[in-house]
């Protein structure tokens, strides 16, 4: 990043604070981002995607919802990495520091002037509260300094897009298992833009359970990566954990009874963690694999079970757990068994990233959808909106509430 801007980096710096402390004053009804009919028929479409949900500040442009113009991720993994998980105060202040010169960044790499983008999608939840501001009152003002139409996308949504890319196009029906640190849902999508959970985590995402079990273990942030390459030289039976099931037999995940069964397999056994610098000793190795093994025997055996019944046409793996390569053998298997293709997102577009943010965002730009100035960062958002009924519907627009 240039240190060359610092002037323009101010003077954009003030306008989120302006926007921040202002809390959003501008009047609902004040001015709409209408050129709407233009754009739908737009042949060529370049959007620019904002992230900054959790952990990771990034921008990116999208040429036509699928090609991959620039993308820059300003990650802050060595910020929180010293606590073992993410602290949100940090995490804002690193995001109002990142955000000008992350979005300058993405104009320069795509050589493209600000004016020449045709739409502005930004995640408006869920995620941290003061992460999630940073971004949405960078995008709105953005938008309105450049007469540009705005859209709120939803994070999960984002990570669904994330496989259009590198893929082939998605053939609807499709199932997708959305695995990161904030989130294990496994969603029909019966049609572009249409969602149902059929399947979701009671307590910790996958994702999580894999920082928490590496904590546990002295072994780092974040887990998952390091639990993968442990479990790589480890027997995954030789502890034995059941696979999570729900009493009341709903297909749902549970991680968090898994991450205490390890806790008391480290405790009876005693079993040391691993102090800094050292190597892991086989038994954690072998820990770690029968950790990483029941963890996906469950996201991949729920989701072969439920796409046998609602027979899908497209398995989607994406989330930051999908740069899990055992997890990826385990789907193709599944995949393989059920006659569908099941598409992933390279890694970089596996974790959080703007690309995927953008793509969602194209899909609802081009069908004439705007967020209005009273778009606000929604730490809850949910993301289901087939058999919910039409008042609430109507009440929450696109956000889909529950
Ligand atoms: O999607 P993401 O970047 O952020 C959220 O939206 O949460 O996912 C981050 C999560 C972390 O919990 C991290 O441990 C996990 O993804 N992760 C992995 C791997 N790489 C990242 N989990 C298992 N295996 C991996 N290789
Ligand atoms: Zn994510």
């Given at each position: 990043?240039?240190?060359?801007?610092?002037?323009?980096?101010?003077?954009?710096?003030?306008?989120?604070?302006?926007?921040?402390?202002?809390?959003?004053?501008?009047?609902?009804?004040?001015?709409?981002?209408?050129?709407?009919?233009?754009?739908?028929?737009?042949?060529?479409?370049?959007?620019?995607?904002?992230e900054?949900s959790c952990d990771e500040?990034?921008?990116?442009?999208?040429?036509?919802?699928?090609?991959?113009?620039?993308?820059?991720i300003?990650s802050?993994i060595?910020?929180?990495?010293?606590?073992?998980?993410v602290?949100?105060?940090?995490?804002?202040?690193?995001?109002?520091?990142?955000?000008?010169?992350?979005?300058?960044?993405?104009?320069?790499?795509?050589?493209?002037?600000?004016?020449?983008?045709?739409?502005?999608?930004?995640?408006?939840?869920?995620?941290?509260?003061?992460?999630?501001?940073?971004?949405?009152?960078?995008?709105?003002?953005?938008?309105?300094?450049?007469?540009?139409?705005?859209?709120?996308?939803?994070h999960i949504?984002g990570h669904?897009?994330s496989?259009?890319?590198?893929?082939?196009?998605?053939?609807?029906?499709?199932?997708?298992l959305i695995v990161s640190g904030g989130h294990t849902?496994?969603?029909?999508?019966?049609?572009?833009?249409?969602?149902?959970?059929?399947?979701?985590?009671?307590?910790?995402a996958a994702g999580e359970a894999y920082d928490?079990?590496?904590?546990?273990?002295?072994?780092?942030y974040p887990g998952g990566p390091?639990i993968e390459?442990?479990?790589?030289?480890?027997?995954?039976?030789?502890?034995?954990?059941?696979?999570?099931?729900?009493?009341?037999?709903?297909?749902?995940?549970?991680?968090?009874?898994?991450?205490?069964?390890?806790?008391?397999?480290?405790?009876?056994?005693?079993?040391?963690?691993?102090?800094?610098?050292?190597?892991?000793?086989?038994?954690?190795?072998?820990?770690?694999?029968?950790?990483?093994?029941?963890v996906?025997?469950?996201?991949?055996?729920?989701?072969?079970?439920?796409?046998?019944?609602?027979?899908?046409?497209?398995?989607?793996v994406a989330g930051g757990v999908a740069c899990n390569?055992?997890l990826r053998?385990?789907?193709?298997?599944?995949?393989?068994?059920?006659?569908?293709?099941?598409?992933f997102p390279s890694p970089h577009l596996s974790t959080d990233n703007?690309?995927m943010?953008?793509?969602?965002?194209?899909?609802?730009?081009?069908?004439?959808?705007?967020?209005?100035?009273?778009?606000?960062?929604?730490?809850?958002?949910?993301?289901?909106?087939?058999?919910?009924?039409?008042?609430?519907?109507?009440?929450?627009?696109?956000?889909?509430?529950?």
């Amino acid at each position: 990043m240039k240190e060359s801007d610092n002037c323009g980096f101010r003077i954009e710096k003030t306008i989120i604070h302006i926007l921040l402390k202002s809390a959003f004053s501008i009047p609902h009804s004040a001015i709409l981002l209408t050129p709407d009919a233009r754009l739908s028929r737009l042949q060529t479409m370049l959007v620019l995607g904002i992230e900054s949900s959790c952990d990771e500040t990034a921008a990116a442009i999208v040429r036509d919802g699928s090609v991959l113009v620039s993308s820059v991720i300003s990650s802050q993994i060595d910020i929180h990495k010293r606590f073992g998980g993410v602290v949100p105060e940090l995490a804002s202040r690193e995001h109002l520091d990142k955000i000008v010169p992350v979005v300058e960044e993405a104009f320069e790499r795509a050589k493209l002037k600000k004016e020449e983008i045709d739409g502005i999608a930004v995640t408006a939840g869920p995620g941290l509260v003061g992460s999630l501001l940073v971004g949405v009152s960078y995008a709105k003002a953005m938008a309105f300094a450049l007469i540009k139409p705005l859209i709120g996308v939803n994070h999960i949504e984002g990570h669904i897009y994330s496989v259009a890319f590198e893929n082939p196009p998605v053939e609807y029906p499709a199932m997708a298992l959305i695995v990161s640190g904030g989130h294990t849902n496994l969603f029909l999508v019966p049609e572009p833009g249409k969602y149902k959970v059929v399947a979701r985590t009671r307590d910790d995402a996958a994702g999580e359970a894999y920082d928490k079990v590496a904590k546990m273990l002295g072994l780092g942030y974040p887990g998952g990566p390091i639990i993968e390459k442990l479990a790589r030289e480890g027997d995954p039976r030789s502890v034995y954990f059941s696979v999570p099931r729900m009493g009341d037999r709903k297909p749902d995940f549970s991680f968090s009874g898994l991450k205490t069964a390890v806790s008391k397999y480290v405790r009876e056994t005693g079993l040391q963690p691993v102090a800094n610098g050292e190597e892991p000793s086989q038994a954690i190795k072998n820990l770690a694999a029968s950790f990483q093994s029941v963890v996906i025997r469950s996201l991949t055996g729920t989701m072969e079970r439920l796409a046998e019944e609602h027979r899908p046409k497209t398995l989607i793996v994406a989330g930051g757990v999908a740069c899990n390569n055992a997890l990826r053998e385990a789907s193709r298997e599944a995949a393989e068994r059920l006659g569908v293709p099941v598409y992933f997102p390279s890694p970089h577009l596996s974790t959080d990233n703007a690309a995927m943010i953008a793509a969602a965002g194209t899909v609802k730009l081009r069908t004439g959808e705007r967020a209005g100035w009273d778009l606000n960062a929604d730490v809850s958002l949910r993301l289901q909106n087939v058999d919910v009924e039409d008042e609430a519907l109507r009440q929450r627009g696109v956000h889909y509430k529950l």
